[in-house]
């Protein structure tokens, strides 16, 4: 090589050097960027893998397991207008494929299989998981308690749904409340209930707290998926039920293995409905698409409210008319019992459990200041 090549040569080398540093690094970026993507379209991030990367136009594919039977009225189509709107509120960036209960996971384990990453979502109702928090119960139904109005003003305004997200955060979990059924029936029974004694020895499908009270009375209280309670009670499996309400129940066919239809719904006064989605799949979202859950689930709230209202009285009518169902209320007497039982078992689960207690202490004040109004407002106009 010649001095003059030489030179040109070393002359040369910072320059590709520096071309070869730029593709090097434009190679990592381009490495760690589709990672991200990857990981994006996962749904989570990991630890390690720093923030998440938010790509303009990205598209996420969801599925949601329920607790509910496939297009089941009220609680099945919800589930599904729910992600419906998901996917149109979205423009498309959010879909969702629904697995009704049994179809992926059985229903009582739909919180396990949203914790765990099977599924990203999951559509419920928090008493379904007291074996995994007896708190999460406040949440659907206290006996007693608060209506589908004042749950709904205790979860967006009086302090719930902040203790809800700290409950559910030890379990990786996000929740929204996305339906409810208003007041409930107290039950379908082959006997009549005169007395607090004819609940003694009986089986009576019942979640939640009103379950605890139950058993306090005397009876047993499995905790049975909706898809199976019929074949339980036309089999003798158990000797009495509760669900929802007339439309539901109707739906359900009750009529057809029990006499009786009591109320009104002590246990469940204004039963509210859950999302839970996974927490590491909620994070990985833009800001735009949590909002849309979040707005999504609060129309859910109202429309689920509406319908049970709407269906409700037509429903008792040809259950009462057409089906000779014999429609019973439960005796004062027999209410003030369990009323009283009621305060002492959510007392107690509230002493026992100190997410429980802080919850309970948060619902007790919304509750005190709710009724009041309600006195004078929806009793006062009724």
Known sequence: MTGKEQKESKSDRPTNRKAFLKKAGLAATS???????LECRRGGSSASSGPVIHVPGQTFEWKMVTTWPRDFPALGTGANQLAQNLETM????LRVKIFAAGEMVPALEVFDAVHNGTAEIGHGAAYYWKGKTEAAQFFAAVPFGLNAQEMNGWIHYGGGQELWDELYADFGLKPFATGNTGVQMGGWFNKEINTLSDFQGLIMRM???GGEVLRQVG?????IPGGEIFQSLQSGAIDATEWVGPFNDLAFGFYKAARYYYWPGWHEPGTALELIVNRRA??????????????ACKAAYTDMLGEFTARNNLALETLVLKHKVQLRKFSDEILRKLGTISQDVVADIARRDPAAGKIYESYLKFRSQAVEWSRIGEEGFS
């Open 31 to 37: 490495t760690m960027l589709g990672a991200s993507l």
């Open 90 to 93: 979205s423009g498309g960036r």
């Open 207 to 209: 979640p939640g707290l």
């Open 219 to 223: 009876a047993a209280a499995p905790n």
């Open 282 to 295: 909620f994070e990985a979202l833009p800001d735009d698409l949590k909002q849309v859950i979040q707005s």
